[in-house]
């Protein structure tokens, strides 16, 4: 199986981003109560048209919101998998991790986006030094990094 690039957790679901897909996964009392903590989403980066974020302020909660493109557009159309814009909150203490969330996933729209066809190594060199960003930022750790990289070059 697949590890995430990253991942966060906020309010009302853990978000984890892969290589081609951003997966939901719901928590919370509330979708406990509901059922939908059971409820596990993939969506396709390609099916992402933008990503809008607000920070979080003292007395309020932050969001990230994922813009899908309206389901008549997409290449795969399976109604039992059909989704809406994605939100999910957070508290100012769970920012960082979604800040650095949202600078890997708009790395990785803009680069399929280009469409300029791109070795799998200068990706993995774009994510290293993505990553090497990340640490100096303090928003991941050492450990994280070295993981990560040993994933990406294969050791």
Do not use: W
């Amino acid at each position: 199986m697949e590890n995430a690039l990253i991942e966060a957790t906020g309010l009302n679901a853990r978000i984890s981003l892969f290589r081609d897909v951003v997966r939901m996964q719901r928590t919370g009392v509330r979708n406990l109560l509901s059922g939908a903590s059971r409820i596990e989403n993939d969506v396709l980066i390609s099916q992402i048209v933008s990503v809008h974020f607000r920070k979080a302020g003292l007395l309020s909660n932050g969001y990230i919101e994922f813009i899908l493109m309206p389901y008549h557009q997409r290449r795969e159309r399976n109604p039992e998998n059909e989704t809406e814009d994605i939100v999910v909150s957070f508290r100012p203490g769970q920012q960082k991790a979604f800040e650095a969330f949202r600078e890997m996933l708009e790395a990785k729209m803009t680069s399929a986006g280009a469409g300029r066809p791109s070795s799998p190594a200068s990706t993995d060199l774009d994510q290293l030094e993505k990553l090497a960003s990340l640490l100096d930022k303090g928003i991941i750790t050492e450990e994280e990094f070295g993981r990560k990289k040993k994933q990406l070059l294969g050791l």
